[in-house]
Structure formats: C-alpha cells, structure tokens
C-alpha cells in the first residue's frame, strides 16, 4: 500500500480491525467455522502481557472472519492479528496501570448496539438466539468484559495522542516529501443547498387515515382478513408489508416510545387499539416476547396527501422560485423564511454529507443518499438553481413534497494538493504524526511489562515492534 494511502486509511482500517475483530467476540466465527472444512479453533494461551492473554482461537477466529469477508489468510496473516492483539493488551494493560475507567453503562450502550447491529445482518434478534444457541442475555453477559477491554484500550489510545497537534510546516513537509505516486485522485465533489415545502398534512386527512385503518382493523378482528393478508394489502410501510407486517425481533429502545408504549401492554397474539406515531397511524400485534425483547407485526396506515395540498405547495414553490431568479430574494434568504427541512434551512439551505460530517460530498456516493439530487446536479453549473420539482425524501419513508436545489459549487477530478484539499491532507499528516507518537509509546512500553509470546510465533513472525526483545529481557 503507498505511503499517502497508508496514512489516509490508518484511522479507518483500525476501526475495520476493531469492528471485525468486536464481530468476532459475538459469535461470527462459528458461521465461518462451519463453513471452512478441517479448520477448527482450538484453545491455547499464545501470548501474554501482563495478566492479559491471548488465545490462539483468538487469531484463528479473526483469520477466519477475514477469509469469509474475502481477504487472503496465511501465516503472515496470523502474525499480523497477534501483533494487533498484543497491541491491545498492551493498552489494556497500561489503561489497568493508569487507573482508566470506562462506566458499566457505557459498555452496555456499545454491547446494546453491537447486538442491533448483528441482529440486523442475521435478520432479527430471535434468529441471532437461534444461530448461536443462547440468549441476547447470555451473550451480553458473556462478551461484556471482551467489550470493555476493548474499550479501555481505545480510551487509553486517545489519551496517547490526546495533545497531538500538526503545524501548517508539518503539513507542507509531509504532502512534499509524498511520491508522486502516492498521491491520491480525488473524486468530482460538490456542495448543494435546496429549499423543501411538505404539503400541509389537514385534520381531515389524519381522520381519514384513522378510519382507514379503524376499518382494516375491524376486519382483523372479525376474522375477515388474516393480520398478515391485511397488512400485505393495506400497509404503508413498505419494508415490512412484503413480510405481512412482521417486524422481526426488536429490543426495547429500537421502536418509537408510544410505538412500544402500546405493545409492551399487550399480551401474546392480543391485537392493538389504533397508534398514533411520528410515522402515521399503526394497529400493532405483539407475537412473543422475552424480557425486553419482542417479535411484533403491524400495519401502517400514513395520512395521505391530497391533490389540493400538493397544488397549493407547487404553487408557493414556484412564487418562491421567481423571486430568487428576479434577485427580490436570495436563495439563502429563502430557505430560512420558507423551507420545512429543519436541517438545512437556517444555513442557507446546505445539505449535511453524514458519510463526513461537513458539507461536500462526493459524486460517487451522493446518488446512495439522493437519487433524485444526483441526476439534477449533473446538469447544473455553479450558482443556478432548478426549477420546482416533485421530491421524495426516501430517509423519511419516502416522505412527499416539492423543492428546488442550487449547486453551490462543484470541483473536477484533480489529484490532491494544499491549495484544494488541505484539509485532507492535514488529517492524513496528522494521523502520521499520531503514529509515530503511537509507536514511540510501544517501544517504551514492552521493555518495561512481562511479556511472553509462544515459540513458534517467534521464530516465524517479524514483527513491527521488538516484542521478542522485550520478552527475552523480562525472562532474564
């Protein structure tokens, strides 16, 4: 991998590590362990810093997962992931040293998440208990100190590199001493403002959702329609109307408060009185439950636009529009007085990127977020605005109304420099600079923690750091 790349992916392929490797303490490896024949993990202390051990199951379980995301897997392979554990337990240990703390309560957030997370992938929680033969309980129980530690040694990370600062000379050093061909291309990107009017949802449109639903209820109850049948023909929620409604398995917390308000006062099969949420209007099914985890079904009904609505938002967008183009009002202006997305309206109308967190976004994948802005930035120029467009916001389940966009501006495919990408390159000479901080604090660290590493791994590995060094002067 080249030199720039290398810095520009540290942070990221770190995280990759430790997210693969958190996969890994919940259980993943037992998919891959069924599906590769003749690799079976076996349990055996490899290494060990401190009171901290490693498990060669721990490096065979990592391997195995990498293999099945489709990355190669050898004995080198192996040295790489003892390295990194024994980074960790290096950290894990100086973070028992120092007297860092990480709260019960956040470890229960991160394991909360990483459970959702998993459950996710597999398709609900009750197929997660299926799949590995316990309970979310047991499983939270059982990686509750793997988490933590892992935790802790984030932490401990943090505070290593907690007063790392980068100079504008460093910055220029490292982008001048980059090989040309280290250099990355940078993708088109473009920034984007628009101003969005929702049509005005009446009372009577709320009513005639309710009766909707009222009647589809009705119906349930006496036996005319199935639940399912019922939820398959009626229901707006298009993610879970093709599965009869089914929502899955869901732990407290995943569902709006008065989505599970409603359903944690039901009793197996017991079907709900009408809810009214964010979302619209839902009749709910509670179909097992198990302690904060639950397996429901429900049928949406949302309050439906009607064509007046939809005419009168057309109407004001389009007065709206004539006055930016006649210069009566700025477009900046315009978004702050009129437009209903809350996110944008009051700075100037720009959309976040959350792929970054700032306001560029690159051509590649602002097509994920937006379909419909993607193609109308295509042909825009720099300062133009389109005319009023029909818009569906698919991050609000397909949330309907009208707007208009302005390309703000719009960069071409260049390779990277300080003039246009100097915040790019700051992070990745930053990262640099937080390596090697990293690195002088490894090599000050291992001469002084008992460290053992198992005999075949020493004389097979080479190893960044003078592990083996460390070692043979902690035994002496």
């Known amino acids: 991998m080249k030199l720039f790349n290398q810095h520009m992916t540290m942070a990221k392929f770190s995280f990759h590590k430790i997210f693969i490797l958190s996969i890994a303490l919940l259980g993943i490896q037992i998919q891959a362990n069924a599906q590769l024949d003749g690799m079976r993990v076996i349990d055996k202390v490899v290494a060990q810093i401190g009171d901290e051990i490693i498990l060669l199951s721990d490096i065979q379980n990592q391997r195995l997962q990498m293999i099945q995301e489709g990355m190669d897997g050898d004995a080198s392979t192996d040295c790489a992931i ?18 860092v703390e990480v709260p019960d309560e956040m470890v229960n957030q991160e394991m909360e998440q990483r459970i959702r997370y998993i459950a996710d992938q597999i398709g609900s929680v009750e197929k997660l208990e299926e799949f590995y033969g316990k309970s979310v309980a047991k499983i939270k129980a059982e990686f509750f100190e793997a988490i933590k530690k892992r935790m802790l040694a984030d932490q401990m990370k943090q505070i290593i590199t907690e007063n790392v600062r980068i100079t504008p000379k460093e910055i220029k050093t490292f982008y001048n001493d980059l090989p040309k061909d280290s250099i990355p291309y940078i993708n088109s990107t473009v920034t984007v403002a628009h101003l969005v009017l929702y049509p005005e949802i009446t009372q009577r449109d709320r009513d005639n959702a309710r009766k909707t639903l009222a009647t589809v209820r009705q119906d349930v109850l006496d036996e005319k329609l199935s639940f399912t049948a019922a939820a398959t023909r009626y229901s707006d929620d298009m993610g879970s109307r093709i599965q009869g409604g089914d929502l899955g398995w869901q732990t407290r917390g995943t569902m709006v408060p008065a989505f599970e308000a409603a359903l944690f006062k039901l009793e197996p099969n017991e079907i709900s009185e009408i809810v009214e949420t964010q979302f619209g209007y839902h009749v709910i099914q509670l179909l097992e439950r198990k302690g904060d985890n639950f397996h429901s079904r429900h049928i949406l009904i949302q309050p439906k636009i009607s064509d007046q609505a939809l005419v009168k938002a057309a109407t004001r967008i389009d007065s709206i529009y004539n006055a930016i183009q006649r210069k009566t009002l700025t477009f ?25 967190q700032d306001y560029s976004w690159d051509m590649q994948n602002i097509n994920s977020i937006d379909p419909q802005m993607y193609q109308m930035v295509q042909s825009l120029t720099p300062g133009k605005i389109t005319s009023p467009t029909l818009y569906t916001n698919v991050m609000e389940r397909n949330k309907e109304g009208v707007r208009i966009v302005k390309l703000i501006s719009k960069t071409k495919p260049h390779l990277a420099s300080l003039n246009t990408d100097r915040q790019l390159i700051e992070q990745a000479a930053l990262n640099k600079k937080k390596q090697e901080v990293i690195d002088k604090w490894i090599t000050q660290k291992i001469s002084k923690n008992y460290i053992r590493i198992a005999p075949e791994y020493t004389s097979e590995c080479k190893f960044k750091y003078e592990w083996i060094n460390s070692q043979e002067s902690a035994s002496n």
């Open 332 to 356: 900046s202006e315009a978004t702050r007085l009129f437009s209903d997305d809350e996110d944008s309206k009051y700075n100037g109308g720009q959309i976040l990127n959350p792929y970054t």
């Open 82 to 99: 003892l390295e990194e554990f024994l980074y960790e337990k290096l950290l894990v240990n100086q973070a028992k040293i120092d007297s």
